[in-house]
């Protein structure tokens, strides 16, 4: 299993975070078995080719399958950091979680929809007929913003699910003994959620804002490109403040951070 490997070499971990919950329990387990479901249902939801016209058009429904699965999987990955990081497994935990768990279900199939629509850049780069037409026939133009809103409300429910979930874990920090270090990335992870979770809840807000109106659709779509720009000046923020947490926490980083710096210099 993939999450008993991560657990047993915590590849890509903070050396500075204490695991708790490096034992998987049945609650995991069973989490894992829904987002296996949810990812059945990406595969069941495309009809199984019976001809080679059916075959290439399967071959171009693997964009829309891939980048769904990308999606899906790192929201997993985040779901499997919180249960890895802090192993809570109490009733409001239980509550929460079986929370998220009806909203990535829910949130399959819109997904899937929305990310099938995408097919329309190939299909006009190369000019595909069949394509086009497969397409055109998914969805009304006046429909594009429902969708819009139908994929917001999911998106902003799965990641503010796993905000009130961090949220939960940094209010036990007394009874979990998280350290600064610890407790500056669990505060991390709610706001890194609560920021993913506004941008979502944001593109609804548009799409009513602008309903009725034949670009609401679109506009609705373009405030998903502001993840690029706020999530890396967040990120770079971050990325100082936890630098100079550690500095202060850890003299001797310190020490060796400003040796560093002095024998980079030197080589310039």
């Known amino acids: 299993m993939i999450r008993d490997a991560l657990q047993k070499h915590l590849m890509g ?21 829904v987002f296996a479901l949810a990812i059945t249902l990406l595969l069941i939801s495309t009809s199984p080719p019976s001809n080679f016209a059916h075959i290439k058009r399967f071959t171009w429904e693997l964009i829309p399958f891939a980048l769904c699965m ?12 919180f249960y890895i990081r802090y192993g809570l497994r109490n009733a409001r935990v239980v509550i929460l979680n079986s929370l998220f768990l009806v909203i990535v279900l829910f949130y399959v199939y819109p997904l899937k929809f929305l990310t099938k629509l995408a097919l329309w850049v190939p299909a006009i780069f190369f000019n595909n007929d069949n394509l086009k037409k497969e397409l055109a026939g998914m969805i009304r133009g006046e429909d594009v913003v429902d969708l819009m809103i139908i994929y917001g409300l999911g998106a ?20 979990l003994e998280l350290n600064e270090i610890e407790k500056f990335d669990t505060d991390t992870k709610v706001k890194t959620n609560f920021i993913m979770a506004v941008i ?21 779509g373009i405030t998903y490109f502001l993840y690029t720009p706020v999530m890396f000046i967040y990120g770079s923020r971050v990325n100082r403040k936890r630098k100079a947490l550690l500095a202060s926490l850890n003299p001797e980083l310190s020490k060796l951070t400003e040796d560093s710096a002095e024998e980079s210099k030197a080589v310039e």
């Open 13 to 33: 971990f903070n050396p500075e975070f204490r695991y708790r919950g490096t034992e998987p329990g049945r609650l995991e387990n069973f989490s894992d078995a």
């Open 70 to 81: 990308l999606l899906i999987i790192s929201i997993w990955f985040e779901h499997f950091t």
């Open 156 to 175: 902003f429910w799965v990641f503010f699910a796993l905000m009130l979930m961090y949220r939960y874990a940094y209010s036990k920090a007394d009874e």
């Open 200 to 220: 979502p809840l944001f593109s609804v807000l548009i799409a009513i804002i602008f309903h009725g109106y034949i670009m609401a659709g679109t506009f609705a």
